[in-house]
């Protein structure tokens, strides 16, 4: 009987201790942290780069609970933002970007192309739906839009940082070298099957780390920067190599004035006659008014002889008499100089 009485006694010290236990150290305010150091509410950093730099912090429900700039030109957008806190992560987002095109931020162009955006998850982010990105790149890219901007959304997510440069227990701050390219790609509107990259190196360029990408596509050399943190590109330009353009029609290599103008020229077709049937009848040397393609030699309308001879009056090429050059009314008495008799005198120069 005192056994079980002992028993029931340290059953009821065991609970009564728990209790307290429980009480001292798992019941923390709401937004801070507990005693063993294990936050009570998710969240997560978006962050939107521009120019300027803009970070977004939300709850496990995807709402903004505070915004910050994080360079200079962010800090000037965050500025004269209004209240975002509590707020859908796509609506801020959507009225940040028009914050940014108007203070003139997207006519900067970057290599003759609109600027992108980039939209990144911080590591270990929480994520309130699985397609919880796809759905910022789908509002922003709506503002965009609305915006008649020619910008594209870029996306970085967990699966985009270099895991070599994880550490103690902590993500990579850093994107991966594939994600560095294909956002290099993307601002200069280059497919990656025609582009081949033939420098890559990460470096730091005072203090920002930083992926210089060298590569070729389409008769141009490009080279890019681009930030290994935030994926925002740094520097970019290109410049053509002449290469690559073989096949490549354009209007001055449209030689073809003929009646098709189909951009093609037929070395072949000489015949500029009347039939312009792209075959030239050698054998037709009869230009007279009957064209019937057989010239008379003999004939009133020939090209030597009598009165309508192809030298000689009314039609001829010097005369008007029946010689070839005289008979009072010569070949230089109704030449070319003369007075519409000859064949030259219906030319350019008389009557």
């Known amino acids: 009987m005192k056994t079980r009485k002992n028993f029931i006694m340290v059953v009821s010290l065991t609970a009564m201790m728990s209790a307290l236990f429980l009480n001292g150290c798992g019941n923390a305010p709401a937004g801070q942290e507990s005693t063993e150091g294990t936050a009570l509410v998710e969240t997560g950093t978006l ?68 600027k992108n955006i980039v939209l990144q998850l911080e590591p270990g982010s929480v994520l309130p739906s699985e397609d919880f990105l ?20 870029v996306t970085i997510d967990g699966d985009d940082y270099d895991e070599a440069y994880a550490k103690d227990g902590r993500p990579s701050p850093y994107i991966s070298l594939e994600k560095a390219q294909e ?26 780390p930083v992926f210089e990408l060298e590569f070729t596509a389409n008769g141009n050399e490009y080279e890019y920067d681009i930030d290994a943190r935030t994926g925002k590109v740094l520097e970019a330009e290109h410049t053509s190599t002449g290469a690559g353009t073989a096949g490549t029609q354009t209007g001055n290599d449209d030689t073809d004035y003929g009646p098709n103008s189909d951009g093609v020229t037929d070395y072949n077709d000489t015949d500029y006659g009347p039939n312009s049937d792209g075959v030239t009848d050698y054998n037709d040397t009869d230009y007279g008014p009957n064209n019937d393609g057989v010239t008379d030699y003999s004939s009133g309308n020939s090209g030597y002889d009598d009165g309508n001879s192809g030298y000689d009056s009314g039609n001829s090429g010097y005369d008007d008499g029946n010689s070839g050059y005289d ?25």
């Open 134 to 153: 796809e759905k910022l790149s789908a509002s922003t890219q709506e503002a965009v839009k609305g915006l008649q901007l020619g910008s594209g959304i």
């Open 327 to 351: 008979s009072g009314n010569s070949g230089y008495g109704n030449s070319s100089y003369d007075d519409g008799n000859s064949g030259y005198g219906n030319s350019g120069y008389d009557d």
């Open 47 to 114: 962050t939107l780069s521009v120019n300027p730099e803009i970070q977004i912090e939300y709850d496990g429900e995807g709402n903004v609970t505070a915004v910050s700039g994080q360079n200079d030109d962010g800090e000037k957008i965050v500025s004269g933002f209004g209240e975002s806190e509590g707020r859908a992560c796509e609506e801020v987002l959507q009225e940040l970007v028009t914050e940014i095109n108007e203070a003139g931020y997207f006519q900067q162009q970057v290599d003759g192309q609109s």
């Open 183 to 208: 956002i290099a790609l993307a601002q200069a509107n280059v497919n990656a099957a025609d582009a081949v990259f033939e420098d890559k190196e990460f470096d730091h360029d005072d203090g920002t």
